[in-house]
């Protein structure tokens, strides 16, 4: 901001109009500030003084004589068009962080919705100048809007014309700023801000009336401003010279956005800054997303699929053909889903489903991203990418070097609502009803400067989420469009979850829906209690773990929360003339609590004399009775039990392997020991809990087993699809068995009967699966497979209870 002065005769300088630095030794101002009332021009300019009649403040102050006047060679005095006028100065400024250049604007769309004047003009209707710098914001109005209050006159005979911009202080209580200031607004790059030149004031109402101010048009003077400061020796100033070259050129100087946290007090020439609150910064992509072609992106979501955008499958006639993920690896495509209600070119049902044509070729603990299913109000990640340098965050002290290599950026995006929720005008006729609820929008409200960042189309809006002791890539959304990477206008994608049940359809097509159930909550009832169901039938409020069958009903009613749920009994005893013995319904009761994910880890040993040898492990049930493998058992003679961590060794009374059991292909791999001296529960020892849930699976099981004596190993395995493990295994995967993969590595082999487990969010234990003492020939297997323990619910309570 600078201040525009004439020096009286007694050398008193009256400081009559404001202007603007935009090159180290050029001053833009309004063409009507080039004389007084005495019909003299201006001689003085006047920077880094927020108070010209104070002395208090002039530590960075810098006061310099013009040396030449350059007015637009259109404007006359007698009318306000081409309002715009160049100083020089007499030298160069001195540059540091009070005094630096302005950049223009010289984009002739002006689509900020709030820009900001300065000056020292007036406060009020016939008020004094203030001594002190002021601001106010302003809203950009359209000139249709603008005539309303300035109709033709002697001034502006043929009307408000592209040269003028309007903007309005809906306030009313505040200064439009000196002739010949700034319009201006700030622009976010590398983390700090610049001030980008809009306007520069020419006329207007009086102040602290609702009548809008009006401005010379920078960018419709860009051209002229540009040359006519070459033409006279701004030096450095290139024919190519751009906003982007003008932003870096000072950056080092600039303020930091006010969102990053910077620790002022500097010591030891060290300055702490809070990295995560940086809202745009060079990040490779998350290797969950993939090239689709046609500039567009997509996102894995298992080994053979990638969720886009509908719009990016089909381009002028060319349907998509192959993938290319991680970098360099290309996948054909298979078959193209798109979403049956999308229209090419709308913002809604835009969404596709690509199956590959093989499964891909995923490095060690590659993690598909989860599709999120709910609602999402925090932040999350889009992708976008720019120049390497306009985006680098700019430490104190950092020299910036120009670097216009293409860089991928990550942007830091809070999620909007629908009244914050900025759509550019570019993109409104894609969403002719409006934001609904399947449309995702998220974004910043600072804008960047120009041709910083382009959206990713079809990239990922995801967060990283920690569960289970790994972190798991969420996709929320898809991007579809966003100007600069949802910065001043915002990024609109399309939301996951509110197509889940048609992704279901297409990849899952005989997957039960329960969306329809109705639930009712019945406060008075609580676990154990007697209740009915429909038609009267009786039933009983048991965890919804043990009920299965009330996932197809039409009407659920549950007891107090929705952990508990009003059962029927024959759904609780499984079938007619086979009933779950009670300890297994109480069994929750007893464990609630338990510091243990697994009940009583058994070491399961073959001994001759005083020589014992390590088979696998098992996992008490019963006061009487282990579980195991069968595959664990090649013989049971000479065989004993011993609690991991206790000494005392438990003689058996008998070994019990499943009668169909296949040594093969380990279906049907279940096995009990029966001991000849029964447990006694304590706090140390009591049974794992069974789960009997048929049709669902907890999503994260932890595999805890046995490698010798007193060692024990645990690890996380996700239950995958049997399809899944079908693709690759060696074997055919049989109904009762549980698929499952190692988040973390490219193969799954559990080589030693291992125990499957869930911790429910009451501190249950439950037992889910066993896993089969498997040969080498595991090591080369992507999947691993276990006995579903509720496939086997039966033949447990036959040999274990009775």
């Known amino acids: 901001m600078a201040a525009l002065g004439w020096t009286l005769p007694n050398g008193t300088i009256l400081w009559q109009c404001g202007g603007s630095l935009i090159w180290e030794n050029f001053v833009l101002t309004a063409a009507h500030c080039l004389i007084d009332k005495r019909n003299q021009p201006p001689d003085v300019v006047r920077l880094g003084d927020l108070d010209l009649f104070s002395a208090e403040d002039d530590t960075y102050a810098q006061q310099l004589k013009i040396v030449k006047i350059l007015r637009h060679p259109e404007h006359t005095f007698s009318a306000s068009y081409h309002d715009v006028a160049l100083l020089k100065l007499e030298w160069n400024v001195t540059l540091d962080q009070t005094v630096i250049p302005a950049c223009l604007w010289s984009d002739g769309e002006v689509r900020f919705r709030e820009m900001v004047a300065t000056g020292w003009g007036n406060t009020g209707f016939a008020q004094k100048r203030t001594p002190t710098l002021l601001k106010v914001s302003l809203k950009p109005i359209s000139n249709e809007q603008c005539s309303e209050f300035y109709p033709p006159t002697r001034r502006i005979r043929q009307g408000l014309q592209d040269q003028h911009l309007c903007a309005v202080d809906e306030e009313m209580d505040t200064c439009e700023g000196d002739s010949g200031g700034p319009l201006q607004l700030k622009l976010l790059h590398n983390s700090r801000m610049t001030p980008f030149v809009v306007g520069v004031t020419s006329f207007g109402g009086v102040c602290g009336t609702s009548n809008p101010g009006v401005y010379a048009k920078v960018a419709f003077f860009y051209d002229w401003i540009m040359a006519t400061m070459r033409d006279h020796g701004a030096d450095g100033l290139e024919v190519d010279y751009n906003a982007t070259l003008c932003a870096l050129r000072y950056a080092s100087l600039r303020e930091f956005d006010d969102q990053v946290r910077i620790d002022e007090e500097r010591s030891n020439n060290f300055t702490a800054v809070d990295m995560t609150r940086v809202r745009i910064s060079s990040r490779a992509l998350p290797i969950q997303m993939v090239d689709v072609g046609h500039n567009c992106y997509g996102v894995i979501v298992d080994e053979d699929t990638v969720i886009t955008v509908a719009d990016c499958t089909n381009l002028e006639g060319q349907s998509l053909a192959f993938v290319t993920y991680l970098g360099e690896k290309v996948m054909p495509i298979s078959k193209i889903h798109v979403h049956p209600n999308h229209v090419q070119g709308s913002g809604y049902n835009n969404i596709a489903i690509l199956k590959m044509s093989k499964l891909l070729d995923l490095p060690l603990g590659f993690q598909p991203s989860c599709v999120w299913h709910g609602m999402f109000n925090d932040s999350v990640n889009a992708y976008g990418s720019g120049r390497q340098d306009i985006n680098h965050f700019l430490y104190f002290d950092e020299e910036i070097h120009l670097n216009s290599t293409q860089a991928l950026h990550r942007i830091k995006s809070p999620v909007l609502n629908e009244s914050s929720c900025v759509i550019s005008e570019r993109f409104a006729p894609r969403l002719r009803h409006g934001l609904t609820r399947e449309q995702f929008c998220v974004g910043n409200d600072v804008f960047l400067v120009p041709g910083s960042c382009d959206l990713l189309v079809g990239g990922v809006l995801d967060e990283w989420m920690f569960k289970e002791n790994n972190d ?144 696998c492990s098992g996992v008490v049930i019963t006061k009487s009775a282990v579980l195991t493998t069968a595959s664990c058992l090649a013989e049971h003679r000479y065989l004993v039990v011993r609690l991991i961590d206790k000494q005392t060794q438990y003689n058996i009374s008998d070994v019990l392997k499943h009668e169909t059991y296949n040594s093969t292909d380990k279906t049907n791999d279940i096995a009990l020991i029966k001991l000849s001296y029964p447990f006694e529960w304590n706090a140390q020892v009591f049974p794992a809990c069974l789960w009997t849930n048929q049709t669902h699976t907890p999503i994260v099981l932890n595999i805890t087993f046995a490698v010798r004596k007193d060692v024990t190993v645990n690890t996380v395995l996700h239950p995958m699809y049997n399809s899944d493990c079908q693709r690759s295994h060696p074997y055919e995967v049989h109904k009762t068995q549980l698929c499952l993969r190692n988040p973390m590595k490219n193969i799954t082999c559990v080589r030693f009967s291992g125990m499957l487990t869930w911790l429910d969010p009451r501190g249950v234990p439950f037992l889910v699966g066993v896993n089969p003492d498997e040969d080498v020939q595991c090591i080369q297997w992507r999947y691993s497979t276990a006995t579903r323990i509720s496939s086997f619910l039966e033949w447990i309570t036959k040999n274990a209870f009775i």
């Open 472 to 615: 798991y890539h969420h996709t929320v959304a898809l991007s579809l469009f966003g100007r600069d990477c949802g910065f001043g206008e915002h990024i609109i994608g399309v939301r996951l979850s509110s197509h889940v049940e048609w992704m279901k359809s297409v990849l899952l097509p005989n997957y039960q829906n329960t969306a329809d159930t109705v639930r009712y909550i019945d406060m008075d009832l609580h676990e154990g209690d007697n209740c009915t169901i429909s038609k009267g039938r009786p039933a009983r409020c048991v965890s919804v773990d043990i009920c299965p069958g009330h996932l197809n009903r039409k009407v659920d009613t549950f007891c107090s929360s929705t952990s508990v749920v009003c059962c029927a009994y024959e759904i609780i005893m499984l079938s007619e003339g086979s009933q779950i013995h009670p300890e297994v319904l109480k069994c929750p009761e007893m464990a609630q609590g338990h510091t243990t994910s697994l009940g009583s880890l058994a070491y399961i040993a073959r001994h001759f004399g005083e020589r014992i040898t390590f088979l």
